[in-house]
C-alpha cells in the first residue's frame, strides 16, 4: 500500500511536529483534536515549526555559504556542489511554505480520516483515553486505513483488537524535535501483518527518519526504555529533597558532557506526557505516586507545562543554560 493521505489525531507536541514533518514531506495532512479552540492552539503551533524549519534551512545555507567562500572549499573536487546544495536548500524553503499552507484541520472524526491512508494516533498517555479513541475510530475509518499509535510507552497489544483491525495496528514512534532527532521506531505485535509493518517502515523512511524496527514488543521501545528511567531517577531525587533539580541537571551535564540534563529534557518533552508516564508507573508502582503528585501540583496545576508554555521546570528562554556559570 502507497500512503499519501495522512491524519494525526493528537496536535499536542509531538503531534504537531508529525504532521508537519509529514506535509514537509509532500504527504497530504489532517490533524484532528477533540475542538475547534484546540485546533487554534494547534495553527499557532504549525506556525512556530514553519518558523523553526525556515531558521534551520537558514543556517545550514550560512554554513554553505562559509564553505563555499571561505576559503576551505576546493572547486574542483566537487564542482557542481553550489548548484546542488543551494538549490535543495531553496527547495526546502518552498517546502516548508507549502506544508504550512496544505495542512487541513478538522474536529470531526469521521471526516478527518475519511480518505487517511494512515492514522497516527499522538493523544494523551492514558489507556482509558486511548481505548475509547480507537472504539469510536474503528467505527469511522475506512477500511484502507493503517492506525499507529505514537504512545511513549505502552504496548500497542493492549489496543490491538478494539480497534477492530488489529491485523493493520502498529506502533510508530518519533522523539521530540523531530526535524533533528529524526527516529523513528516500528513496533508490530503478534496479530501485526507483516506488509502493513513494511508499509510503515517505508512511510517513516519517505518522511526523513531513520527507522529502527524493533523484533517484539517491549514497553517503551528502545528509546524510553532508557530515558524513562533516567528521567525518573532525576525527578525522584528532587521529589525526596536531595537536591535542587538545577543541581541534578548540572551533575549529570558535568559528569557526563551531556549537553542538558532531565529536567531540562523533561521541559521538551512536556510535563503533561511526564506526568502521564508517571501516572501509569504508579498504577504498578505506588512509590512513583508522590512524583507523579509533585509535578501536577507544582507544575502542572500552575501552567508551568514545559518549554511549549515559555515555562516548566525551568523559564524560557532558559537563564540557567544560557549562564555561563551555570555549570562552574
Given amino acids: 500500500m502507497t500512503v499519501k493521505n495522512v491524519t494525526v489525531a493528537g496536535s499536542g507536541v509531538l503531534g504537531s511536529q508529525i504532521a508537519f514533518q509529514s ?19 494547534a495553527k499557532q503551533t504549525i506556525q512556530n515549526l514553519s518558523d523553526i524549519y525556515t531558521e534551520e534551512i537558514s543556517e545550514q ?24 546544495t543551494f538549490n535543495e536548500l531553496n527547495d526546502d524553503l518552498k517546502s516548508i511554505k507549502h506544508a504550512k499552507d496544505i495542512i487541513s484541520f478538522s474536529s470531526d472524526l469521521k471526516s478527518a480520516v475519511s480518505d487517511a491512508d494512515l492514522l497516527i494516533e499522538a493523544i494523551p498517555e492514558n489507556v482509558e483515553i486511548k481505548n475509547n479513541f480507537y472504539e469510536k475510530l474503528g ?62 517502515v517505508q512511510f517513516a523512511k519517505d518522511i526523513g527518519m531513520i527507522t529502527i524496527e524493533l523484533k517484539k514488543e517491549q514497553p517503551g521501545y528502545i528509546l524510553n526504555s532508557m530515558l524513562v528511567p533516567f528521567l525518573s531517577a532525576g525527578q525522584a531525587l528532587y521529589a525526596k529533597g536531595v537536591a535542587d533539580f538545577e543541581t541534578i541537571d548540572k ?25 502521564d508516564i508517571v501516572s501509569n508507573h504508579a498504577k504498578d508502582d505506588p512509590s512513583f505516586q508522590p512524583l507523579a503528585d509533585m509535578i501536577k501540583n507544582e507544575y ?23 549562564d555561563p556559570n551555570f555549570l562552574s
Fill in 23 to 41: 506535509a514537509f514531506k509532500g504527504f497530504n495532512v489532517t490533524i484532528y483534536d477533540i475542538n475547534d479552540k484546540t485546533l487554534e492552539k
Fill in 139 to 200: 467505527k469511522v475509518a475506512p477500511s484502507k486505513t493503517i492506525f499507529a499509535t505514537n504512545s511513549s510507552t505502552l504496548l500497542p497489544s493492549m489496543f490491538a483488537d478494539i480497534t477492530g483491525r488489529p491485523e493493520k495496528f502498529i506502533a510508530l514512534h518519533f522523539a521530540n524535535q523531530i526535524w533533528k532527532n529524526n527516529t523513528a521506531e516500528i513496533m508490530g505485535h503478534s496479530k501485526t501483518d507483516k506488509g502493513i509493518y513494511e508499509d510503515v
Fill in 300 to 322: 502542572i496545576d500552575k501552567g508551568k507545562m514545559g518549554i511549549a508554555a515559555g515555562e516548566g521546570f525551568y523559564k524560557y528562554p532558559n537563564p540557567a543554560y544560557t
Fill in 251 to 275: 551533575t549529570w551535564m558535568l559528569a557526563t558532557k551531556a549537553p542538558m540534563g532531565p529536567f531540562a529534557i523533561l521541559d521538551i518533552v512536556g510535563l503533561k506526557t511526564a506526568y
Fill in 61 to 84: 545555507q550560512k554554513t554553505m555559504d562559509k564553505v563555499l567562500h571561505g576559503g576551505v572549499y576546493n572547486p574542483n573536487f566537487l564542482p557542481d556542489i553550489k548548484i546542488a
